[in-house]
């Protein structure tokens, strides 16, 4: 790693003259205008801040690291990735590979959704059917393929693949099971789940949703009455509403939010390592002429980023720089490489590429990872110091970005995205983000237009090696292929926080940034 002199080393205070300038300078898109929320909660509805809005309790779409805790309150999947990133069978109790193609699969006996109607095989290769036909998915990205369902009974059927999926019983974790006759190859914004709530109101055009417990749910009573879900993106909001009481509890806060309400009476923060990775990620949809198009500046560019300085004095050590493609938490994941500040070699490198006065643009969403709007700020200012000149476009929670990330709704250069860990498998996450092909192009499906077929095919090769250790070598050396194409500028694995009133009891936040409602009670 390339150590930065100390008189090239930024300050906190320089970062936030940068970030006050990057404010100054350059043109962001508007937020919208939100109060915080009003009137405490009763002393049976449990009320949780979300800083994204909640499009629908259906995720094969929209499905940010908080949504899961609220989706999987009224859907449920066969299994589920629970404490130290272990598998749980939820709505299965046998799930076994019986073949390197083959599982077999059993539903529980007597599981019903909330309106009174069984759960049926017929459900489940249903929600597989409609999950494989929605444009842009994030859960279709992690399967190498689907599975086929053949039922072989009432309550048994068999999962088949063409090529071995040796985590498929992780992977079913994302389907999240609906009744067949009411489900469709798009978000569903209504419906009824099996999990221990059901939807009481609901308006997705605000991210707001009442949920009411589900009378003889079948994994018992739970605890809390009712849950209200708001959508407050503005977090100063957050914070003040926590702090009255009119939120019980609030996710991905940033480091000087966690700084206030540290020590406040009734107020406790739950913190753990995460499985997110977030990137300043390049736009692979470059003609082949731009100058984006060749590693080599991709790389000059990343010596422009002080990665060290955005983790002590805007992050406040909240995240760790990258290391690798992917967070080193997950199971085979490998170290790479390191993000290396020098702007003397940038500028040489970009100087001697013609790629110097470079214009960029850098496109994110609100609420994508904890400040956000600092971090962009400050990297843009970065830039500036080796001649890049970079325009910030930030788009509204619940906007169009998912155009954008197809390369649908306009032209940009650089994306702020997060990537959840979901299955705790290394494997999943790169299949998701770098085995994208011509085809997955074609649809929109390729991740920021990642198609490089030699890396495709030596994921696919990991993805499909049943032996352990043979395939975490396999894997290592794809993740080694993947950091030679410098996909990111800059990536960091941030931690997960939240905050909670002291009424609230049975968090247990994993590392996904979500936690199960079920045993989650009020006290006092």
Not at 122 to 131: K, N, P
Not at 323 to 338: D, W
Not at 383 to 392: D, F, P, S, T, W
Not at 421 to 426: E, F, H, L, P, V
Request: hydrophobic share 40%.
């Amino acid at each position: 790693m390339t150590r930065t002199p100390p008189s090239e080393t930024p300050s906190r205070r320089t970062l936030l003259r940068w970030g006050a300038a990057g404010g100054a300078g350059l043109a962001l898109s508007p937020l919208a205008a939100c109060a915080g929320p009003t009137g405490a909660p009763g002393p049976g509805t449990l009320t949780l801040g979300l800083n994204r809005s909640l499009v629908s309790l259906d995720n094969k779409l929209n499905q940010f690291d908080a949504a899961v805790t609220v989706q999987r309150a009224v859907r449920q999947a066969l299994t589920a990735i629970g404490p130290d990133m272990r598998l749980a069978r939820v709505l299965a109790d046998r799930f076994e590979m019986t073949a390197p193609t083959t599982w077999s699969v059993r539903l529980r006996d007597g599981i019903r959704y909330s309106d009174g109607r069984p759960v049926t095989v017929d459900d489940v290769a249903t929600a597989v059917r409609m999950y494989g036909r929605v444009a842009g998915s994030f859960i279709l990205g992690l399967f190498p393929e689907l599975p086929d369902v053949e039922a072989t009974g009432e309550r048994t059927f068999r999962l088949h693949t063409r090529k071995p999926v040796p985590v498929l019983d992780r992977l079913m974790a994302n389907i999240l099971i609906t009744p067949a006759k009411d489900n469709r190859p798009e978000e569903l914004r209504s419906g009824v789940g099996t999990g221990p709530y059901r939807v009481a109101g609901a308006n997705s055009g605000a991210g707001e949703y009442t949920l009411a417990r589900v009378p003889g749910y079948w994994g018992g009573r739970p605890p809390v009455e009712r849950v209200r879900v708001r959508f407050v993106p503005e977090e100063s909001s957050r914070v003040v509403a926590l702090r009255s009481g009119e939120l019980d509890v609030i996710d991905t806060i940033t480091p000087d939010s966690a700084e206030q309400l540290t020590g406040l009476p009734g107020v406790h923060l739950e913190q753990t390592s995460g499985v997110r990775i977030c990137q300043l990620f390049y736009n692979f949809r470059k003609p082949k002429k731009h100058p984006l198009a060749d590693a080599r500046v991709r790389q000059a560019l990343t010596y422009a980023i002080d990665g060290e300085s955005l983790v002590r004095d805007v992050l406040t050590d909240s995240a760790e720089q990258a290391q690798g493609v992917v967070p080193l938490s997950l199971q085979g994941a490998e170290r790479t490489g390191r993000y290396a500040h020098d702007p003397s070699r940038a500028r040489q490198l970009l100087r001697s590429l013609g790629a110097d006065g470079l214009r960029i643009k850098i496109i994110w969403e609100s609420g994508e990872f904890a400040a956000d709007a600092s971090v962009m700020e400050a990297v843009a200012e970065m830039l500036k110091e080796v001649g890049v000149r970079a325009a910030l476009q930030q788009f509204e929670p619940g906007g169009d970005i998912l155009k954008w990330r197809q390369g649908k709704g306009g032209d940009w250069d650089v994306i702020g995205n997060g990537f959840p860990g979901t299955t705790g498998q290394a494997t999943t996450m790169l299949q998701a983000m770098y085995a994208g092909t011509a085809e997955d192009e074609r649809t929109g499906d390729a991740f920021m237009g990642y198609v490089i077929p030699g890396i495709a095919r030596q994921l696919s090769d990991a993805a499909t090696e049943t032996d352990p250790a043979t395939r975490d070598r396999k894997l290592a050396a794809a993740q080694h292929a993947v950091w030679d194409t410098w996909p990111a500028m800059w990536a960091f694995v941030p931690k997960t926080v939240l905050a909670r009133r002291a009424r609230v009891d049975g968090v247990r936040l994993l590392p996904i940034n979500s936690y199960d409602l079920m045993p989650v009670r009020l006290e006092g």
